[in-house]
Nanobody, 116 residues
Framework: QVQLVESGGGLVQPGGSRRLSCAAS????????MSWYRQAPGKERELVAS????????GYAISVKGRFTISRDNAKNTVYLQMNSLKSEDTAVYYC?????????WGQGTQVTVSS
């Protein structure tokens, strides 16, 4: 079965950095686009960044462009989100997402809290 397991969340100070990882299994990772979403308390889940199957094409929400970088390692079946210059408004649960066999799948999420 498809599994997406996020890790790397935690407490970080404003201006700091954090790298999230999402380990994937149960589908052909190297053929699948991957995305990171986030959901802050009281807000809807929003798309943060996406990457195509080969890793050559990426897209970002305006709010994170220039600060976050999505990447992937197809040999390790893992997608990453490098977050720099973190702000308090980046505080959220971050989720990994993919579409496999015409169905959408989510990880369990990892909490990122930006606070001094």
């Amino acid at each position: 079965q498809v599994q997406l397991v996020e890790s790397g969340g935690g407490l970080v100070q404003p201006g700091g950095s954090r790298r999230l990882s999402c380990a994937a299994s149960g589908f052909t990772f190297s053929s699948s686009a991957m995305s990171w979403y986030r959901q802050a308390p009281g807000k809807e889940r929003e798309l943060v960044a996406s990457i195509n199957s080969a890793g050559g094409s990426t897209g970002y929400a305006i709010s994170v462009k220039g600060r976050f970088t999505i990447s992937r390692d197809n040999a390790k079946n893992t997608v990453y989100l490098q977050m720099n210059s973190l702000k308090s408004e980046d505080t959220a649960v971050y989720y990994c997402h993919t579409v496999a066999r015409l169905e959408g799948y989510w990880g369990q999420g990892t909490q990122v809290t930006v606070s001094s």
